[in-house]
């Protein structure tokens, strides 16, 4: 259900990697979620195969897999903004709940043998967006749950979780199809939502809700949005994401089809296939830290990527079960941990503030390329044959090894990355309103002109501060006429918003901003001024037109 990594090379100084197991409420979420994970893959093993029995067209065996990871593209994004904004024990509950009244519905559908392609796809579809709902809140709750010392562990034992139920959950699923039928798969796993459920019913979260009104659905997901986009490392990890699932989505999605028809064996071949790719990710995911700690994140995601693109290509072109499996186990192990590695990027260089938000859209470009590349690949085995397509995805997977050459993965410790606000007092002396705006705000710098240079260089620092945070149209002038006065400017839509700006910055961005101050020589500070703008027509003859009062804010606190 979920795809998470440790970095933690100080796990083994905090009691190694099963010590987060000793906080009773970690304990029974995790415990709880490796039954969901087991219900999930045994549902891809029920609805792949059943594909195979409704439908010979390989395509839409593939479209299953696209079915599974669709709502993950799609859902995540807006379910990480809601788990910013709301309570994330009450999302993570609602995700579960329709999971598992969707599964049920598709369970009865089956038994009653009413089901059909296109019906099997929309129950995948309407599952994978419950489960979607509920995966970014349960990732970025994690460090509620665990103290500070074990949230690496923590992070890690997420994969070993998943993992542990992908290294038995699909034999087990091919052993239910072959004894009792699809509709048993999509019953279990049903019934498997249900512990995990009662486990976050019974979590007591300390929610602490922001003193600022939470923004709407829209607009948060755009902030998220906007903070990736001026995040040049965020950016890095979710490209690379995005075309690593595109170029190995056949090593699942066409899967059943490799069981089937090169392999010429059933379900419980499919099933072991799936097993055998999942014992090599646990295998892998314990092997991480070790590796990441060795050769670095950039360099160990490189050598996965042609791990799995080389061992692809062996797939292609063998018709031998053990090679198969063997291979199997060499990709899932690859696989993992460049999912990982990816993940804990993301984790460790987002803001707490955006955490599920990054979490939610490194989630979408990765199940979004192993969504879009099962289609693709998929697609194209009708004409090309199904050994020619595996061959040219495994590939593919090779040559995202360029990527890293041209932007590289970032390497941050996940110092600096709490959110620390700002303590200066704002004096305003207008009735406000959140919605009042646009707001402008400029700040003045004295620089030395001799050091005009590097002042600039810091400064365009700043500015990604700024944009991530959310700014707009940033700009920095030098007067004309006294050539060491500088003014930064950039706007906010309205005043809410520029509070909540203002509730974001880390200590790293705080650090930046005092390498840009260090260069000023008044010894006032910066003197800073805020405005707000007044379009044509928005004063009156004789008085200014008030604000409207509802949710009136006169902000003198930090």
């Given at each position: 259900m979920q795809v998470s990594d440790s970095g933690q090379a100080a796990s083994a100084a905090s009691g190694g990697t099963f010590a987060p197991l000793r906080e009773k409420t970690f304990r029974r979420i995790w415990t709880s979620s490796l039954f969901s994970n087991f219900g999930q893959l045994i549902l891809g093993v029920g609805a792949a195969w059943e594909m195979t029995k409704l439908s010979n067209d390989p395509s839409m065996v593939a479209l299953v897999q696209t079915a599974l990871m669709l709502p993950l593209m799609l859902v995540a994004v807006p379910a990480g903004a809601l788990a910013d904004m709301f309570d994330r024990r009450k999302i993570a509950l609602t995700g579960l709940a329709f999971a598992a009244v969707s599964g049920a519905a598709l369970s009865a559908l089956a038994f009653a043998g009413?089901?059909?392609?296109?019906?099997?796809?929309?129950?995948?579809?309407?599952?994978?967006?419950?489960?979607?709902?509920?995966?970014?809140?349960?990732?970025?709750?994690?460090?509620?749950?665990?103290s500070n010392e074990h949230l690496p562990a923590a992070i890690a034992?997420?994969?070993?979780?998943?993992?542990?139920?992908?290294?038995?959950?699909?034999?087990?699923?091919?052993?239910?199809?072959?004894?009792?039928?699809?509709?048993?798969?999509?019953?279990?796993?049903?019934?498997?939502?249900?512990?995990?459920?009662?486990?976050?019913?019974?979590?007591?979260?300390?929610?602490?809700?922001?003193?600022?009104?939470?923004?709407?659905?829209?607009?948060?997901?755009?902030?998220?949005?906007?903070?990736?986009?001026?995040?040049?490392?965020?950016?890095?990890?979710?490209?690379?994401?995005?075309?690593?699932?595109?170029?190995?989505?056949?090593?699942?999605a066409l899967a059943p089809l490799i069981a089937?028809?090169?392999?010429?064996?059933?379900?419980?071949?499919?099933?072991?296939?799936?097993?055998?790719?999942?014992?090599?990710?646990?295998?892998?995911?314990?092997?991480?830290?070790?590796?990441?700690?060795?050769?670095?994140?950039?360099?160990?995601?490189?050598?996965?990527?042609?791990?799995?693109?080389?061992?692809?290509?062996?797939?292609?072109?063998?018709?031998?079960?053990?090679?198969?499996?063997?291979?199997?186990?060499?990709?899932?192990?690859?696989?993992?941990?460049?999912?990982?590695?990816?993940?804990?990027?993301?984790?460790?260089?987002?803001?707490?503030?955006?955490?599920?938000?990054?979490?939610?859209l490194f989630s979408s470009a990765l199940t979004g390329g192993i969504a879009i590349g099962s289609a693709v690949w998929g697609a194209a085995v009708a004409p090309y044959g199904l050994p020619l397509v595996f061959a040219v995805s495994g590939i593919a997977v090779i040559l995202t090894v360029i990527v890293g050459f041209i932007s590289p993965l970032p390497h941050s410790d996940g110092e600096g990355q709490d959110t620390i606000g700002l303590d200066n007092e704002v004096a305003v002396s207008l009735d406000l309103s959140m919605r009042s705006g646009p707001v402008c705000v400029e700040i003045e710098y004295d620089v030395d002109p001799e050091h005009a240079r590097n002042f600039y260089d810091v400064m365009r620092r700043v500015?990604?501060?700024?944009?991530?945070?959310?700014?707009?149209?940033?700009?920095?002038?030098?007067?004309?006429?006294?050539?060491?006065?500088?003014?930064?400017?950039?706007?906010?839509?309205?005043?809410?918003?520029?509070?909540?700006?203002?509730?974001?910055?880390?200590?790293?961005?705080?650090?930046?901003?005092?390498?840009?101050?260090?260069?000023?020589?008044?010894?006032?500070?910066?003197?800073?001024?805020?405005?707000?703008?007044?379009?044509?027509?928005?004063?009156?003859?004789?008085?200014?037109?008030?604000?409207?009062?509802?949710?009136?804010?006169?902000?003198?606190?930090?």
């Open positions: 009413l089901t059909t392609p296109w019906l099997l796809l929309a129950f995948c579809v309407l599952i994978g967006a419950g489960v979607s709902l509920y995966s970014p809140s349960w990732q970025a709750s994690i460090g509620e749950q665990v034992l997420g994969t070993i979780s998943y993992n542990l139920a992908r290294s038995f959950g699909p034999a087990l699923g091919g052993l239910v199809v072959l004894a009792w039928g699809a509709q048993a798969a999509f019953a279990i796993n049903a019934a498997a939502y249900v512990p995990l459920w009662i486990a976050f019913l019974f979590w007591t979260r300390r929610h602490v809700p922001s003193r600022l009104p939470p923004e709407r659905l829209d607009r948060a997901i755009v902030t998220g949005a906007r903070y990736a986009l001026h995040a040049p490392q965020i950016r890095s990890v979710l490209a690379r994401a995005f075309l690593f699932g595109f170029a190995s989505a056949p090593l699942s089937k028809d090169q392999l010429q064996g059933n379900a419980g071949t499919y099933g072991l296939m799936l097993g055998a790719a999942g014992v090599g990710a646990v295998f892998g995911a314990l092997q991480i830290a070790r590796l990441r700690k060795a050769i670095g994140t950039e360099r160990a995601v490189r050598l996965m990527a042609l791990g799995t693109g080389a061992f692809m290509v062996v797939i292609a072109f063998t018709r031998s079960e053990a090679v198969v499996l063997t291979a199997m186990f060499v990709t899932g192990a690859c696989s993992i941990m460049s999912y990982s590695m990816l993940n804990v990027g993301v984790q460790l260089t987002a803001p707490r503030w955006v955490t599920a938000r990054a979490l939610s500015q990604k501060v700024r944009m991530r945070n959310g700014g707009f149209n940033w700009t920095i002038s030098r007067d004309i006429g006294a050539s060491n006065i500088w003014l930064e400017r950039y706007h906010c839509p309205t005043w809410g918003d520029y509070l909540r700006m203002r509730d974001r910055y880390t200590m790293a961005d705080s650090d930046t901003q005092a390498e840009a101050d260090a260069f000023n020589r008044s010894g006032h500070g910066t003197r800073v001024r805020r405005w707000l703008e007044r379009p044509y027509g928005s004063v009156r003859w004789q008085a200014d037109s008030p604000d409207p009062k509802v949710g009136t804010i006169n902000y003198m606190g930090p």
